[in-house]
């Protein structure tokens, strides 16, 4: 009888100790700009009452929420004639409660809700977890992916969104990635609805045109009237979803256009804002204002944010916005927030294919000490605890084994350095150490060995 190979659900990894290694590259990046700027950690559970995610992301998101099985005998108690094709839809929330999260922000808001008598606002927080999507998976695409979120809750002030943008600078410059920060307002968005006659459908109207970069103007087109959308109203939105120029001339522009419309020019002088604030703040990487980015998230009330790498055919990589209303869901009006989601999948991605990673980032272990057995295997304990003191991730290779075998293990583990003390380097109170990458080997003395790894 054979035996079945084991595997993994389609759109997971398994992730080796390099990829980890560089993983942690990333997480660690992000969370000392984070902390930089003053945000603070949380964790929520991985899985959420399904009254808190549903609805929250639209009717395409809700398809995407995977459910979690009530525990127990779930299908007591359901009716035979419900347990169908036909009546599958109608005993999905009588068998299932819960959902995995969708995303980190919908959690934040529950948490804020129910933590606000322990929270002093304005409150700034970073999750690093990862979430789920019951999404088809392909390149950049997963099922479940880490998201690495910063939000402030409790200020309605412009400044949190440019700190956001000069966040997303600094990361992406630490990482070495080349982007460009799109940015929207949901405000002109609606404006943009309004104008056209179909305020109503401000929803359906962004969904469509969100995607305008993936499958053209003529497919957003046909979606519009196949949402509801009048030939005439679509005849009006071209123009504005093909604005081009600088953002200034395009905010000149798309001011005219709605000049009639309150919410849109008040959307209008937000972005304004946002790009004087951020030139004040010395934002380094190119923004460009992108009428036709919606993110297709039913909660975003003001600025909208996405990220794309330059030099990488990728989507987006990060990507936020503000919030005014969601914590009014939970019971909390009033409390108005903006945050920026950083997708460390797509990002691994963009690094990996561009070589952006740094060479120590291979390994976790920067030195091995040969093994010899006896006295010398006594030293190299000993020094290797002086170098770990230090600070210098070490190892001493467990076995008193053949040096060729210890070798080729500190090869694979791409360690950068080994040490070698046998019986005459013991007996001259010296030790050689052995440059992996360059293949230079020196003599020099274990209280040199310190200043010679970190050099």
Not at 160 to 187: C, H, P
Not at 305 to 329: F, H, P, Q, W
Request: overall charge negative.
């Amino acid at each position: 009888m054979s035996i079945q190979k084991p595997s993994i659900p389609k759109g997971t990894r398994d992730f080796s100790p390099v990829e980890m290694n560089r993983r942690n590259y990333i997480f660690s990046t992000i969370r000392q700009v984070f902390e930089r700027f003053g945000y603070q950690p949380i964790e929520t559970p991985a899985m959420e009452n399904l009254s808190t995610l549903l609805g929250k992301y639209g009717e395409e998101g809700d398809k995407l929420l995977f459910r979690i099985l009530n525990s127990g005998d779930f299908l007591s108690g359901i009716p035979s004639e419900d347990l169908t094709d036909s009546g599958s839809a109608k005993i999905a929330t009588k068998i299932s409660d819960k959902g995995l999260r969708y995303d980190l922000t919908v959690p934040f808001a529950r948490y804020v809700v129910q933590h606000r008598n322990e929270i002093n606002f304005p409150f700034k927080r970073y999750q690093l977890q990862p979430v789920w999507r019951a999404d088809r998976p392909q390149k950049g695409r997963y099922r479940e992916f880490y998201q690495c979120d910063a939000d402030v809750v409790g200020s309605d002030a412009l400044i949190n969104e440019a700190e956001l943008l000069l966040m997303t600078d600094k990361i992406f410059k630490s990482l070495g990635i080349g982007i460009v920060i799109k940015l929207n307002n949901r405000k002109i968005l609606s404006g943009i609805a309004e104008i056209i006659g179909h305020a109503d459908k401000i929803t359906d109207i962004t969904v469509a045109i969100d995607k305008l970069d993936k499958i053209g103007t003529d497919k957003v087109n046909e979606e519009l009237a196949e949402r509801g959308i009048d030939a005439a109203a679509i005849a009006k939105l071209q123009p504005i979803i093909n604005l081009a120029g600088t953002n200034d001339e395009k905010l000149n522009q798309i001011a005219g256009v709605l000049a009639a419309s309150a919410e849109g020019l008040k959307g209008i002088a937000e972005i304004s804002e946002i790009l004087s604030l951020a030139r004040t703040m010395e934002v380094e990487c190119k923004i460009e204002l992108d009428l036709t980015l919606a993110r297709g998230l039913n909660y975003y009330t003001g600025a909208i944010i996405e990220v794309k790498a330059l030099d990488v055919a990728m989507g987006s990589i990060c990507g936020g916005g503000r919030y005014d209303n969601l914590t009014g869901i939970f019971g909390l009006p009033g409390i108005s927030g903006v945050g920026i989601s950083f997708g460390a999948d797509r990002i691994y991605d963009v690094m990996n294919e561009s070589n952006l990673f740094p060479p120590e980032t291979a390994s976790s272990t920067r030195v091995l000490f040969v093994n010899f057995g006896g006295e010398e295997e006594a030293l190299c304990l000993k020094y290797a605890a002086s170098l770990r003191l230090n600070g210098i991730n070490t190892e001493v290779f467990p076995d008193n084994t053949k040096i060729k075998k210890q070798f080729s293990y500190a090869d694979s583990k791409k360690i950068p350095f080994v040490v070698i003390i046998g019986e005459s380097e013991r007996l001259e109170g010296e030790c050689l150490l052995k440059n992996m990458k360059s293949g230079d080997q020196l003599t020099t003395t274990p209280d040199q060995l310190l200043k010679l790894i970190q050099a």
